[in-house]
């Protein structure tokens, strides 16, 4: 079984309840979709727990910040003064391990990147069917996981052109810092059977809110960051 998780956004509460979750289940291989840090206040050792546990690790915008890639003024507020504070909180091995990320990962079922496929270096977000279908010509595999907007999400694709099978895009939401009015934990789990359409499914994870919160504010992070974990916005 196949979990794809995304977004984790230094939140180690939810990242290891997410992967205790997932060993119950019988998940044998993790996918991370990027931004392992950026907003909350375990940084090194979300990474480090990614670094030993996935078997890709994809690169996120919040990442090459963190690393000192980007220009902050893109970002909101607290999410620049998040970012900052996480290129003064990241260890060596840290920045090695992010500055290392590659944008894209392939196999023959699915196409798997942190913002989109037709450009995953730009960041851009698939929030509704319009922006899903742009997306089209991306990927020519049966799936493609995204993460980056927070809000998992199921959108059918158009078929490429030598197929007439269905495809689809999804998106797996965020482990760290839902943003869709769940404050729960996002993963997709996915089993391949032979002979019939994989088993793709969306999986909703309490964990420890509150520690992640103290966290947050014992940080000197921005008090704003703490709040919105409880709402899931
Ligand atoms: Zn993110």
Redesign the pocket.
């Known amino acids: 079984m196949l979990a794809i998780i995304s ?1 984790i ?1 230094a939140n180690l509460e939810a990242l290891d309840a997410t992967f205790a979750a997932g060993m119950k289940l019988g998940v044998d291989e993790w996918i991370c979709l990027g ?1 392992v840090v950026g907003y909350g206040a375990n940084p090194n050792e979300c990474v480090e727990r990614v670094a030993a546990l996935c078997s890709v690790v994809l690169f ?1 915008n ?1 990442d090459e910040a963190a690393i000192g890639g980007m220009d902050l003024s893109w970002f909101n507020p607290w999410a620049a003064e998040a970012a900052q504070w996480t290129i003064g909180a990241l260890t060596p091995d840290s920045r090695k391990f992010l500055s290392e990320r590659p944008y894209r990962h392939e196999t023959g079922l699915a196409t798997f990147v942190h913002s989109t496929p037709v450009a995953p270096e730009e960041w851009n977000y698939v929030l509704r069917q319009s922006d899903a279908r742009a997306q089209a010509t991306g990927f020519a595999t049966p799936f493609c996981f995204v ?2 907007s ?1 809000c998992p999400g199921v959108f059918p694709v158009d078929p490429v052109e030598a197929t007439s099978e269905p495809r689809h895009l999804i998106n797996v939401g ?1 482990v760290g810092q839902p943003r869709d009015g769940d404050p729960r934990a996002c993963m997709v789990v996915l089993t391949e059977a032979q002979d019939s359409e994989p088993d793709i499914r969306l999986v909703r994870l309490k964990y420890d809110v509150e520690a992640a919160q103290r966290k947050i504010i014992e940080a000197g992070l921005p008090e704003m960051l703490a709040r919105r974990l409880e709402v899931g916005a």
């Open positions: 977004d956004h931004d996120g919040h993460g980056h927070h965020s």
